[in-house]
């Protein structure tokens, strides 16, 4: 159910500022475990769960993702692009897109041959600026398909790989948007008293604009943000996190100590493994806006190890998505059950 | 046309045998006489009016990794086969092995490198392949050391006339010589698929050596530049303009006699050429026009965007050319009386 | 017809980031007897409205300038200074500048040392005083000074200082005398502080919490030789930002403009520009959000004292303004 969900809505494109496209995909799977749906201004779909008390809990994760965009339409059929979002230009290189125009239309990101590339070029990361989107049409033909600001997305099909691992683009952040949906599940089975918000925010990776525009609408009690984090490979220390291993807890001035050892306490109880991290200052996720809404909010911040970030290949292990979800809902029954203005209280 | 199949199979050099398999099987069901030898080649015949030898080759391999390590968690490091600029491996999906284990080519997060780490192109060292797998051991039941691995990438039609797929180098010239065979021309040639071609030129060296040819025929996916902001002399083949000849590379000074006959022959049967203006590179002439006493050799070949990368783009309409001009060239070589 | 006397005036007028007083004066007396209701905020944002019921419509445009602050005056009479808003030291030496009560000075290097990096910190100001008690009561720590330079037009373009962006405040001034009758409760800004992180628009955005927000700025062009790769070009028409480093114009206002450029015949080009930033950056993530998005006035040699804008496409983006308040 999880991978059919997250094959699915990584198989479209959320591209931030272009969220609202492929909306569909998302409600089909929310429905059926929340109560209502609105979005805010500039896209943030918001699932609600309501409680039977005023209490209002705020799950962030982010639905978009980095993509490309067109900037100019060049002879031969080529184009040239600006990326929305940070992208290493260097896993943009033989990579495959739809350049999503008046059709959709299939290009390549070549790379120059070696006669023509000199060595100290052959050292070099590429820039942006010297990638280009072979079309295969002539440029009086693809003019009539595409414009400039049409937006590109990546193509990479998902993949099992062995075990519960799973690979593909834009696990960053729908890896958290499943964690989302696993909570909403399991709260249909355990009680909860507040009302939960599942808010898939826009545009965080162009600078959490969405999750400050949702905040603001939702106005919750508390925040529960979600995002990637970054997963042991060979290239990191030995004590990185690890891919399921559990979700890694954030610790650090974005996020509210008592709160976050509450759920460190909720986890010990209930057997779910977590990791540690400790960020002292700027999380780069939706934390930046939520916790700095309105009159503030008090948030956590829980992170999925995710290995390769930012590529066309973000490898997960579907396993901590699934404890982190479990863990969330058993959060929220706790919550409910203790006296949350005394949690809150410094 | 049997480029789609043809590219979706895994041949890394060394390791050709699922495309030596359907290459096989497509000639069992043609009909046509063929033989395997100890390299691995295969030698096809097709019996006709014949002045002389003609030898048609396409190499079957094509570029790919090895594994050459497994670490502690379980991750594969590998070493490139054949010429692979190490900027277009990054995140890209694979298959390990026989089995075809799925896996992807990882490396670090732009995220946690230095800024001079971000400006520096990636070597190989530093990227590896992600199965899944989070131990030595647990890798190891899969994978072994020297296993192959070829990239993961789909045949697609797109553009006008275009193709993407991996491995064009040179399944185009095996799939262009299986539609000669299939033809079933008045007119004798050999079609030979060899082996580890891009490691050294290994198979035709052997196959020629057997055939004694009088004229050797290479078909090629040939490198092409025609890209934005790529210097006019330095495209080397225009996509979609036709054959390209070649003239010198760095295995071959053609026959300049012999390549000016095959521009003749295009002209009088109304095929787009084009000479291959670059001298870099090399293919199977090298080996063959080099065997035993030597044989007049050229090579046609099919202008290649992003050669030896995942995603090589080609035209129909250039195959067309190709495959055209070398049935012509063929007929026109084996005219006249019978000799044998 | 384009309004030279308007525009020159505009150009001219002392204002950057934070001391808008002089220029906020001017604008105030241009519009006042247009709009239905004329308001300043706590940060200094002239806001005049043409009420209506229907939709709540936003057009900003930012009075402020670029410049330098005084922030030190040495016992010779020569000053140092910091920027106001982004200013390149290479691009300084040499240049006259001049203070809000016409004083002026020009831009001096120190003698650099080999391999030296040229920086603000190398450089300042000469008033062109021996006199101490005259230098001592002019000039001031915290005193701003701006570019000098003069208008000067041809038939088709302008080259000014602080184009960017009088020029919008230009567009607006002649829109809101043109205002059409519509229900829409319209909001032309003029913001401060827009070259020191869009200050201004970040607190009218939240006060007018408005249904659609426009922006009305300048921005590159990609038609000078070897310039920057652009598709947006002098004459080219009013341009459509598509995406900027503040913004992802919504699709729906990308729509709209697009729309209402085609059904008046006004001449548009779409604009992406891979830096920079506008009002509409922070108006958009205001509140719950608003839609928004920017008309630019393509425009050469940015944040220089000569700035080059075509009337031409001044005139457009007045058409399509217009029809934007009307819609």
């Known amino acids: 159910m999880l991978k059919e969900f997250l094959f699915d809505v990584c198989s479209n494109h959320f591209i931030s500022g272009f969220e609202y496209i492929k909306g569909d995909t998302l409600i089909k799977y929310f429905q059926p475990y929340t109560d209502s749906f609105e979005k805010d201004k500039l896209g943030s779909y918001i699932f609600k769960k309501s409680g039977i008390n005023d209490k209002k809990i705020m799950l962030a994760a982010h639905i978009d993702e980095i993509g490309l965009m067109i900037t100019r339409i060049l002879d031969g059929g080529f184009l040239s692009f600006t990326t929305v979002g940070g992208f290493n230009p260097a896993t943009l290189v033989g990579q495959e897109v739809t350049i999503h125009g008046r059709e959709k239309v299939y290009g390549v990101i070549g790379i120059k041959p070696p006669h023509v590339t000199s060595e100290e070029e052959r050292k070099k990361n590429h820039k942006i600026k010297d990638l280009f989107i072979d079309t295969g049409y002539s440029k009086e033909e693809l003019e009539k398909l595409v414009k400039i600001g049409d937006i590109i997305s990546l193509n990479r099909d998902p993949l099992s790989l062995q075990g519960s691992l799973i690979s593909a683009k834009a696990f960053d952040d729908r890896a958290c948007v499943a964690v989302m949906l696993e909570t909403a599940k399991e709260l249909n089975k355990i009680s909860h008293k507040s009302n939960v918000y599942f808010t898939a925010t826009a545009q965080e990776e162009t600078g959490t604009r969405g999750a400050k525009t949702s905040s603001y609408k939702i106005n919750p009690d508390i925040g529960i943000v979600l995002d990637v984090g970054f997963g042991k490979t060979p290239d990191m220390p030995s004590d990185s996190p690890e891919l399921g291993k559990g979700p890694i807890l954030a610790y650090g001035g974005r996020l509210n100590p008592k709160l976050t050892r509450k759920f460190a306490q909720v986890c010990k109880k209930y057997n779910y493994p977590i990791q540690h991290e400790a960020m002292p200052a700027k999380t780069g996720t939706d934390t930046e806006a939520l916790q700095v809404s309105r009159e503030g909010i008090p948030c956590i911040l829980l992170s999925i190890p995710l290995r390769y970030m930012h590529t066309s290949v973000e490898t997960i292990d579907l396993h901590d998505v699934e404890i982190t979800g479990k863990a969330i809902a058993r959060f929220i029954n706790e919550l409910d059950n203790s006296d949350l203005e005394e949690i809150l209280c410094f | 046309m049997f480029l789609k199949e043809l590219t979706e199979l895994a041949g890394v050099s060394g390791c050709e045998y699922e495309v030596r398999n359907y290459i096989k099987d497509i000639l069992t069901r043609m009909g046509c006489d063929y033989y395997v030898d100890k390299l691995g080649n295969i030698i096809a015949h097709n019996k006709g009016r014949k002045q002389k030898t003609i030898m048609v080759a396409a190499h079957m391999d094509e570029v790919g990794l090895i594994v050459s390590g497994i670490d502690s968690d379980g991750f594969i490091k590998f070493e490139a086969v054949g010429g692979i600029d190490p900027r277009v491996l990054n995140s890209k999906a694979v298959f390990v092995g026989e089995k075809k284990i799925p896996g992807i080519i990882g490396s670090k997060a732009i995220h946690l490198m230095t800024s001079d780490e971000k400006g520096k192109a990636l070597p190989l060292g530093k990227m590896y392949i992600d199965i899944g797998t989070s131990s030595k051991a647990e890798t190891e039941k899969l994978v072994s050391i020297g296993d192959y691995v070829s990239f993961n990438s789909k045949y697609v039609e797109f553009g006008d006339n275009l193709i993407k797929a991996k491995a064009l180098d040179d399944r185009i010239g095996c799939s262009i010589i299986l539609d000669l065979l299939s033809m079933k021309l008045d007119a004798d040639f050999y079609g030979v698929f060899t082996v580890m071609e891009e490691v050294g030129l290994r198979g035709a060296e052997t196959a020629a050596y057997r055939l004694e040819p009088d004229l050797g025929l290479v078909l090629e996916g040939t490198v092409c530049a025609d890209m934005p902001e790529v210097d006019e002399e330095d495209k080397s083949t225009l996509i979609g303009k036709g054959a390209a000849l070649s003239l010198m590379d760095n295995t071959t000074v053609y026959d300049i006699d012999l390549v000016r006959s095959i521009a003749k022959i295009a002209e009088d049967n109304n095929i787009n050429y084009q000479y291959r203006r670059s001298s870099a590179g090399g293919n199977d002439a090298g080996a063959i026009h080099k065997t035993k006493s030597g044989a007049k050799t050229a090579a046609i070949s099919v202008p290649c965007r992003y050669i030896h990368s995942p995603v090589c783009v080609a035209s129909k309409k250039d195959i067309h050319s190709v495959l055209e001009l070398t049935k012509s060239v063929i007929i026109e070589n084996q005219k006249g009386e019978d000799h044998v | ?327």
């Open chain 3, 1 to 327: 017809m384009f309004n030279s006397e308007l525009m020159k005036r505009l150009s001219d007028c002392f204002g950057p980031s934070g001391r808008e007083k002089m220029i906020r004066e001017l604008i105030m007396d241009e519009i006042k007897d247009f709009a239905d209701e004329i308001t300043i905020d706590p940060l200094g944002n002239l806001i005049a409205r043409k009420k209506g019921k229907g939709k709540k419509i936003l057009f900003s445009a930012h009075m402020d300038q670029i410049g330098l602050m005084v922030t030190h005056v040495d016992e010779k009479g020569f000053l140092r200074f910091a920027n106001v808003g982004g200013l390149n030291a290479k691009e300084l030496q040499g240049l006259r500048m001049v203070f809000a009560d016409g004083h002026e000075g020009v831009i001096c290097c120190e003698e650099l040392k080999e391999n030296e990096k040229l920086t603000t910190s190398k450089l300042f100001l000469d008033v062109a005083s021996c006199d101490k008690e005259f230098i001592k009561e002019n000039f001031r720590l915290g005193d701003m000074c701006v570019f000098k330079s003069d208008y000067y037009e041809t038939d088709d373009c302008v080259i000014c200082k602080a184009a960017d962006d009088r020029v919008g405040c230009y567009i607006l001034i002649e829109a809101l005398k043109n205002h059409p009758s519509t229900d829409n409760d319209v909001y032309y800004v003029f913001s401060v502080q827009e070259e020191v992180g869009c200050r201004g628009a970040k607190t009218a955005g939240y006060s007018i919490d408005p249904d659609l927000a426009v922006a009305v700025d300048v921005t590159a062009t990609g038609d000078s030789p070897d310039g920057i790769k652009m598709d947006v070009k002098l004459g080219g028409g009013a341009a459509i930002k598509l995406k900027d480093n503040s913004l992802i114009t919504h699709p729906h206002v990308k729509d709209l403009l697009t729309d209402l450029a085609e059904k008046n015949k006004i001449r548009y080009q779409y604009e992406i520009l891979e830096f920079g930033g506008t009002d509409a950056g922070p108006i958009h993530t205001s509140r719950e959000g608003v839609p928004s998005g920017v008309i630019s006035i393509p425009t050469r040699n940015l944040h220089t004292s000569g700035e080059i804008f075509n009337k031409n496409d001044v005139e457009e983006c007045i058409k399509l303004l217009i029809a934007t308040a009307g819609e």
